[in-house]
């Protein structure tokens, strides 16, 4: 015979507590279900108001909604899972509207593939390349809407310059309209590697942008130099790239300035201490400061 008297009322309270709660956590996956799929609806009345376009991706307004949905988060939940979920939600909204193909010129960069998929969504059709120009080629054929290509460096040799190709246009136009990855603080096991998205778009305003400048420049110019003349006709210069090629009458150099500066900024015509008026090259969204709960 059991001794009742050793019964504690917690020893089945525990397992009810604990079915209650997965209840309530089923209940909320379901209401969860029930707006992704109504938000699915209205991706689908906004691509047939939209009718056919160009390129689908809006880097600006993605990142803007991803620093509203961080100013206001709170709670145990990692900041870092919030950017997760809405890129996911992006590339199955993408999905509807017909999905989204992105060269990525992976041969100097081993992780550049993964920092594709990470931003863009295991989703997207990725056409990978060993060159940078095979890459942009996608872009100008209609093969791709979008090239990842890596971090312009001071070793770049001449083909590995992509950047330098932009200056000097073409059809359809390129530009730098985001930069990777988007997230700043990275744990161990995912790329660290940097890189911009090119594009045929034109950049759009995030709320707090950066813009990059294509200068050509006599190869003895100092990025001193460049950052004075910069500042002077009232840019806010961050970093300057220069590249100076050897037995070469130009140089080149690629500097980052702040704000969202349009390919027409008036500014641009005013500077005269280069060999050629400056050429406005694209523009990133700015990512979020980690917060101290972060990570």
Do not use: C
Request: aromatic fraction near 4%; charge should be negative.
């Amino acid at each position: 015979m059991s001794d009742i008297s050793s019964y504690s009322p917690t020893q089945d309270a525990v397992p009810e507590t604990l079915a209650r709660l997965r209840a309530e956590i089923d209940q909320l996956d379901d209401r969860l279900h029930d707006m992704l799929m109504e938000r699915a609806e209205i991706i689908e009345r906004v691509a047939r108001e939209a009718g056919k376009r160009g390129v689908p991706i809006r880097p600006g307004r993605e990142a803007a909604m991803l620093r509203r949905l961080l100013a206001r988060h709170k709670g145990a939940l990692p900041p870092q899972t919030i950017v997760r979920i809405w890129r996911e939600l992006f590339s199955g909204a993408l999905m509807i509207e017909g999905g989204l193909v992105i060269a990525v010129a992976d041969g100097a960069q081993i992780e550049l593939p993964a920092v594709a998929r990470e931003h863009f969504g295991p989703l997207t059709s990725l056409r990978r390349h060993r060159t940078t120009s095979q890459a942009l080629a996608d872009l100008t054929n209609g093969a791709a809407h979008a090239a990842v290509l890596p971090m312009p460096s001071d070793e770049d040799d001449e083909q590995a310059a992509w950047w330098v190709g932009l200056m000097h246009g073409g059809i359809p136009r390129l530009a730098i309209v985001a930069k990777l990855p988007f997230w700043t603080r990275r744990n161990e096991g995912v790329p660290h590697a940097g890189a911009y998205v090119v594009s045929s778009l034109t950049p759009d305003p995030s709320g707090a942008d950066r813009s990059l400048i294509g200068i050509e420049i006599a190869p003895d110019t100092s990025t001193a130099r460049i950052a004075g003349i910069l500042k002077e006709a009232g840019f806010d210069v961050g970093s300057i790239l220069p590249r100076r090629a050897a037995k070469r009458e130009v140089g080149y150099a690629l500097a980052d300035v702040e704000g969202l500066i349009a390919r027409d900024d008036p500014r641009l015509a005013t500077i005269t201490g280069f060999l050629a008026v400056p050429v406005i090259l694209g523009a990133y969204a700015v990512p979020p400061e980690p917060t101290a709960g972060a990570r």
